[in-house]
C-alpha cells in the first residue's frame, strides 16, 4: 500500500475520494433511470471502475492537473470517452444483454458531470485554505533554500507555510528565504524549538540545517515527545518530490532509510506481470509493426529494426531491439566524430518517419520482445549504452544503484521527467530512478503503466507533476 500512498498527494487522494463518492452515489441513480432490470448486473461495474482507472492513468490525480483547470479540461473528455468506450467492450465480451446505447450515453453524462462537481469542490476547499500545512525547518541556508525550491517546483502538494529557524551555529542565511507571503524566517539564538513550534502552530519539523555541528539534538526531541514530527530534509524531499535528492545525498541515510524491500515473491510477480502485459501488447500492437515497418522500408530502403547494446541488472550488457528511427549511417556518423553521442530531442539524424514513431511511442514496441526474453522489465530504469555508463558513473554518486533492477521500457523518470539528453537531465532522472529502486513494488509497476498512457497521449506532460 506504500506505493499507493507514494503516488497520491493530499489533495489528490481528496480529489479521489471525491470522484468515488460521486460514483457510488452517482451510478445506480444513472442505472435505475436508463436500464432499471440491471442495476445489479455486477459487470456494470466495469464503468466506474474504468473511469476511475483512466482519471488516474491520464495524470488527473496528479498536481499539475489539480493546479491548471486548462489541463483538467482537456483531458477530461477523452478520460470519460476512453472509459465508456472500455467498458462497453467489456460488456460485448462478456456477453452482457444491457441496453448499451443508454447506458453509454447515461454514463458519459454522468461521469462528466461527476468530475467536474468533484474538481470544483476540490478548488473551493483549496482555495478555503483546507489543505494547506505548516512546516518548521530547522536552518535557513544553501539546503534549506534549495529543498524549499525542488519541493515547490517539483512536489506533490506545494500548499504550505513555511517557517525557517536559523541560529548562526547552523551556517549562513541565505538571502532568497523569506522573501515570499508563505515564509517567515525566525532567528532562534536560544530559543526553545518547541516554543516555536507551538507559536506557529506547525505540522511538521524538517531538519536541513548547512552545519550539523551547531544543532542541540535535545530541543529536537523535544518536540517529537511532544507530538511534532521531526524528519531529516532527505526524507522529506522523497516523500514531496517523490524522488532522491543527489545534491545533498547522504550514503547514511541512504542506509538505513526504508527500501529495498523485495524477496522472490516480488521478483516472481514481477516477472509474471511483465510476460501477461507483454503478451497483450504485442497481440494488439502487431497491428501498428506491419505499417511502420512498410513506412521506414518506403522512407530510404534500410533495414526496418536496430539493434544496439545496451546496460541492464547488474551491469550485463544485451541487444536492445527497436524500430529504425534514424538515418542508415547514423551509427557510423557517430564513429567519424569521436565516438557515441547523446540522442537529443530535434536530432537531424531522425528521419520523418522516425519522428512520427518516436512521437507515438511505436518504435518501442519491439522492446517487448526483450522483456520477454528476461534482458528487460516492463518497468524500471531506462537502459543505457556501455560507451556513456563509466562516464556517468564517475560524475554522479550512485549511479551504478540503478543497474539493481533490470531495464525497463518505461519507469518513474519517464512518467516524471521530459526528454533529456544531458549529464544534469541524467542526475535528475537518476533521483527518480533511486526514488522507484528503494520503493519498488507490483503495485507500483503496474500504477507506473498506467501513468505511462498519459505520457503517449500527451508527450509533453512527462515533466509535469
Sequence with gaps: MRSLKALLSRSGAVLFGLDLLLLVFAWPVLLWMVAPRELLDPLLLAYPLAQLSLLYAMGLYRRDAILSTRRTLIRLPLVVGLAVLGAHVVQMVAGGAVDAANVSAAAMLGFAASAAIARVGLFMLLRGGVFRRRIMVVGAGRRAAELMAMVIQHGSDPH???????????GMRDADLGRSAQQTVVVANDSNYLQLALAHDVDLIVVAPDERRGMRLERLLDCKKNGFPVVQHLEFVEHEARRVDLAWMELGWFLYSDGYQFGPLDRVLKRVLDLAVSVVILAFGSFLLVPAAIAIRLGDGGPVFYAQTRVTQGGRRFRILKLRTMGVDAERADGERGGAVWAAAGDARVTRV???????????????????????????????????????????????????????????AQVNYPYGASIEDTRVKLGYDLYYVKNFSVVFDLLIIMQTLRVVLFPGAAGAR
Excluded: C
Excluded at 160 to 170: G, K, Q, R
Design 354 to 412: 522516425g519522428r512520427f514513431l518516436r512521437h507515438t511511442r511505436i518504435d518501442e514496441i519491439p522492446q517487448l520482445f526483450n522483456v520477454l526474453r528476461g534482458e528487460m522489465s516492463l518497468v524500471g530504469p531506462r537502459p543505457e549504452r556501455p560507451e556513456f555508463i563509466d562516464e556517468l558513473i564517475e560524475k554522479i554518486p550512485l549511479y551504478d544503484e540503478r543497474h539493481t533492477v533490470k531495464a525497463g521500457l518505461t519507469g518513474w
Design 160 to 170: 504550505f507555510d513555511v517557517v525557517f529557524v536559523h541560529e548562526p551555529a547552523l
